[in-house]
């Protein structure tokens, strides 16, 4: 299944830094994201833009975790030719990351 069926996402850009929030629907999925979604598992997702290192915060308290991708904005937002380098449109890419649905879990 992909991501988007049980989490959304929330996003920012500063400078060549992009950052992804990514917030299950139920709190009961949180630690199928903890499994699945790693560092190194949005890092090779997003190899072809993220020249960087992906960073992977837990916040357990809200059930949520936040990546920060480092160099994968092409210089940045208003340095980039591509219209697409914007921190919502990796949100919206992540979502759609394959993950195995609960019963594989």
Do not use: W
Not at 73 to 98: F, I, N, P, Q, Y
């Amino acid at each position: 299944m992909k991501l988007k069926e049980i989490a959304h996402a929330r996003t920012g850009d500063k400078g060549d830094i992009s950052n992804i929030s990514l917030i299950p629907y139920k709190e009961e999925d949180y630690e199928l994201l903890l499994h699945q979604v790693t560092a190194d598992r949005v890092k090779e997702y997003f190899s072809e833009i993220c020249h960087g290192e992906v960073a992977r915060y837990e916040l357990p308290g809200i059930k949520a975790m936040n990546f920060v991708l480092d160099h994968a904005l092409g210089g940045g937002v208003t340095r980039s030719l591509a219209l697409d380098r914007h921190g919502k449109t990796l949100g919206m890419a992540l979502l759609e990351m394959e993950i195995a649905d609960l019963d594989g879990f």
